[in-house]
């Protein structure tokens, strides 16, 4: 027994333990992984296209004519060819049809036809972007071969950066999958480890208390960042995330991520020491998850919200997180851009970690 | 049992809880190579006496001293030399038994191979179980698995028995020995008498966090008989968990 103990190498075996542990548990994968993924999935499919708006061809209109090929060319309007007059009546009062509309040939002579549209109290402002369509477009029709009189608009739009909603639900998504991975993942295995007498019979071997949080921290902070990585690789491939600057924009991602994850850690070992039983772990992480979910800017902007609530939402880590990832991705900020950011997230690490010292208990 | 040279040694253990006094003043010695049995009803301060002798406990007085060494300021040496088995204790959950093998060869920085360990256990077939999975029998043979992984001096094992089977009671009595004869001292706890007259060579009673009785079961049962007690029955030549056995045999039914 004279060989020196290896504290490293227990560290290590821990971590590795835990990692095992962690992707064999179902929640911890949920969170992590799936359930991100869906929310990014269902913005990602929504946000795709921009706007669209839909239109009815009333029954007995006529289909072959330049009027519908010239609104089926412009991209923003989605022609629905064979509905009933009951159906389309119903879904114009309920906005689900933006307008209907009906193009008659003229018998008598010119013009060639007559377009009958019919808008809805239920959608205005589509049916006032379909009526400038409609205009613009009976414009062209009708001056086709002719100069124009007065002045012709020459109108160009330069080629800005798209900001897809991806780019800023991907990283809410990413900012509440540490989050979940950090609070509850922490607080249900400290508490586990305590309750079924694991850290005991740990403490039965030379082990260091230290090498048993670090072993456990070296695993989770890995899972968060492969489940990071996932996220932003299947957003950026899938759904055209926006990494302004590739594989280092991805790395700053990925620090930042870190520093989620260790602070949000923090209030899972204060989670696990104020649980008296494993059924009080659920609410309680919730109380701290749940408002940085729908307060932090995870789906809307924060300025969105009304100016009472925002003093709250400026105060939360996980708005930090998500702002600082947003601005590395889409602006292209590197990590001393976003220092405010760090900082704060820095100071609620320590506070976090100050309660944890006083509320964390080994047995 | 000639030539006996403590590994343990307690003098005067005490262990106050607040008011409530759990050890009050225990002095024994456990001899190396021998299986030493606590023996005494619940609350009678010997889960807490073993505890402070594994060093997972402090305690209030008194000196404890484990193969030579203090359990005050040596106790990382003497976690190196004992293996340590925990009334009902778990294990890191979603792993398999040779996961949690690894686990602990790392704690104890050694290596070991663990399906020489399942084996020694017999537990090999089971080695991609999870110990939530197995029997009450088997998950007492996988905890002692893993008291052995350091090859320890000494092994603790708090109550292995409470709870088991007639068959995997004595199968553990098979290993316990095993153990010993290869050269390892056990101290062990346990409520039940037949199990300590069969497996330990010397039994101490504590009672209310004393020692009242300590010697070999043998000489303590005939000191009783001197003394003129007489069992009210008359003691048959076989008795009921004889039957027992008799009737549905000694292998194992796990």
């Keep these: ?363 | 049992m000639t030539n006996k040279q403590a590994i343990i040694s307690v003098t005067n253990l005490v262990k106050n809880y607040g008011e409530f006094k759990a050890v009050q003043g225990l002095s024994f010695e456990v001899y190396e190579n021998e299986i030493f049995g606590l023996l005494g009803p619940n609350g009678a301060g010997k889960t807490t006496t073993l505890e402070i002798i594994e060093t997972l406990r402090n305690k209030t007085s008194g000196e404890v001293l484990v193969n030579g060494l203090n359990v005050d300021t040596d106790a990382n040496a003497i976690k190196q030399i004992i293996g340590v088995q925990l009334q009902a204790a778990g294990y890191y959950p979603n792993l398999n038994l040779v996961e949690l093998l690894e686990l602990f060869a790392g704690l104890y920085d050694v290596n070991v191979t663990p399906m020489e360990m399942l084996a020694k256990v017999n537990l090999q077939e089971k080695a991609k179980a999870k110990y939530k999975e197995l029997s009450g029998g088997q998950k007492q043979r996988f905890s002692i698995a893993t008291t052995l992984i350091n090859s320890p001096k000494i092994v603790f094992l708090d109550e292995p028995t409470t709870g088991l089977d007639p068959q995997a009671r004595r199968n553990l009595w098979d290993l316990i020995s095993e153990i010993r004869n290869n050269g390892t001292t056990v101290v062990i706890t346990t409520h039940y008498m037949d199990e300590a007259e069969q497996l330990c060579d010397r039994v101490a009673f504590v009672e209310a966090g004393k020692i009242i009785a300590l010697d070999t079961p043998d000489q303590l049962i005939d000191n009783l008989i001197a003394s003129g007690f007489e069992r009210k029955k008359e003691v048959k030549a076989a008795n009921l968990e004889d039957v027992f056995i008799n009737l549905t045999g000694k292998e194992w039914r796990e």
């Design chain 1, 1 to 363: 027994m004279s060989k020196h103990y290896n504290h490293t190498k227990a560290t290590l075996s821990l971590a590795k333990a835990s990692f095992r542990s962690i992707t064999r548990s179902p929640s911890a994968v949920i969170f992590t992984l799936a359930f991100p993924l869906i929310f990014i999935i269902v913005f990602g499919f929504i946000g795709g296209g921009g706007m669209k708006i839909d239109v009815a061809i009333a029954p007995g209109s006529d289909l072959q004519n330049p009027v519908i090929a010239a609104l089926e060319k412009t991209g923003v309007i989605r022609l629905t060819k064979n509905d009933t007059k009951e159906n389309i009546e119903k879904n114009l009062e309920k906005g689900a049809y933006d307008a209907v509309i009906s193009v008659e040939k003229n018998t008598a002579g010119l013009p060639a036809y007559f377009t009958n549209v019919k808008y809805t109290s239920a959608s205005l402002t589509n049916g006032n972007v379909l009526k400038s369509v409609l205009n613009d477009l009976a414009h062209q029709l009708n001056t086709v071969n002719q100069k124009p009189t007065v002045t012709e608009i020459r109108a160009t739009t330069i080629t800005g950066r798209l900001h897809r909603t991806i780019d800023f639900i991907l990283p809410g998504q990413l900012g509440f999958s540490l989050l979940s991975t950090g609070v509850f993942g922490t607080a249900f295995i400290f508490f586990a480890l305590r309750q079924n007498l694991v850290i005991k019979r740990f403490f039965a071997t030379p082990v260091r208390r230290s090498s048993i949080v670090l072993g456990e921290a070296i695993a989770r902070i890995g899972f968060a960042l492969l489940g990071a990585l996932f996220i932003i690789v299947i957003g950026h491939f899938a759904f055209n995330f926006t990494l302004i600057n590739g594989v280092v924009t991805v790395i700053n991602m990925l620090v930042l991520a870190t520093i989620g994850v260790i602070v949000f850690m923090g209030f899972g070992f204060v989670v696990s020491g104020l649980a008296k039983s494993e059924s009080t772990i659920p609410p309680i992480s919730n109380i701290i998850t749940l408002p940085q979910f729908l307060l932090s800017g995870t789906f809307f902007s924060i300025n969105a919200f009304p100016a009472w609530l925002q003093p709250i939402s400026r105060a939360l880590p996980l708005t930090y997180l998500n702002d600082a990832m947003r601005k590395v991705a889409f602006e292209g900020a590197n990590l001393w851009d976003v220092k405010q950011q760090i900082l704060i997230m820095l100071l609620w690490g320590i506070g976090v970690y100050a309660v944890a010292v006083k509320t964390f208990k080994w047995e």
